[in-house]
T-cell receptor
C-alpha cells in the first residue's frame, strides 16, 4: 500500500497567517491527491482534488500544489473558521486508497 | 446525492458488525463507495472501496480477510461488514462517495463500540 506522510503534525498559527501543510507519498501518485478539512464531530469535507483543483464552494484562499510524490496545501490568509485538522489522501486506480496522518491547525 | 448510514452499534469482542449506507441520487452503479473509519482521537483510515457496476471491492492490506464491502444495486445501498471485532475497532465508520476525484459526499457516520 502507498504510505502518505504529512508534516507538521500540529501547526500553531494566528488569524491572517499564511499556512502550508506538506504531504509526501511513498511512491509516485501523479496528481491523484485530495485534501480534506475535518472539524470535531463532523465528517471530513473535500477541499482540493487532482492535487490543485478547488472543489466547488471552497474559498479561494485554499490552494494545492505538487505532483509525483511531493504535495502541499496552502491557506493564504487563515480565517477563524479554518482552525481544523487537514488530511491528504491518495486515490490511485491500482492501489488501495490511503490518508496521511493529519495536521491539526490550532490557535497560537 | 445523499448518503444515510445505519445507527450506532454496541458489539462484543469476537463478533461482527454490518453497517449500511443508503445512497439517494447520483450514479450509484458507476460511482465508487468507500468506507473510512476514525478511532477516538485518531486520524482517518481507509478500509476499502467498491464500484457497484463492476462489483469489485479493494481493501488495504491491513483489512484484507476481515472486511467485506458489498453493494446492492437494486436498493442503492452499500454495506461494510467487519468480523473478529476487537476493542481497537471502536470507531466512527463513514461511507463516502467518489466520482473519480476525491471523496466528495460523506455519510453522517456510524459509531461502533466494541466492549465486553
Amino acid at each position: 500500500d502507498i504510505q502518505m506522510t504529512q508534516s507538521p503534525s500540529t501547526l500553531s498559527v494566528s488569524v491572517g497567517d499564511r499556512v502550508t501543510i506538506s504531504c509526501r507519498a511513498s511512491q509516485s501518485i501523479s496528481s491523484w491527491l485530495a485534501w480534506y478539512q475535518q472539524k470535531p464531530g463532523k465528517a471530513p469535507k473535500l477541499l482540493i482534488y487532482q492535487a490543485s483543483s478547488l472543489e466547488s464552494g471552497v474559498p479561494s484562499r485554499f490552494s494545492g500544489s505538487g505532483s509525483g510524490t511531493e504535495f502541499a496545501l496552502t491557506i493564504s490568509s487563515l480565517q477563524p473558521e479554518d482552525f481544523a485538522t487537514y488530511y491528504c489522501q491518495q486515490y490511485t486506480a491500482d492501489s488501495p486508497w490511503t490518508f496521511g496522518q493529519g495536521t491539526k491547525v490550532e490557535i497560537k | 446525492v445523499q448518503l444515510v448510514q445505519s445507527g450506532a452499534e454496541v458489539k462484543k469482542p469476537g463478533s461482527w458488525v454490518k453497517v449500511s449506507c443508503k445512497v439517494s441520487g447520483g450514479s450509484f452503479r458507476s460511482d465508487t463507495f468507500n468506507w473510512v473509519r476514525q478511532a477516538p482521537g485518531q486520524g482517518l483510515e481507509c478500509m476499502g472501496r467498491i464500484i457497484p457496476i463492476l462489483d469489485i471491492a479493494d481493501y488495504p492490506q491491513k483489512f484484507q480477510g476481515r472486511v467485506t464491502i458489498t453493494a446492492d444495486k437494486a436498493t442503492t445501498t452499500a454495506y461494510m461488514e467487519l468480523s473478529g471485532l476487537k476493542s481497537e475497532d471502536t470507531a466512527v465508520y463513514y461511507c463516502a462517495k467518489s466520482s473519480g476525484y476525491g471523496m466528495d459526499v460523506w455519510g453522517q457516520g456510524t459509531t461502533v463500540i466494541v466492549a465486553s
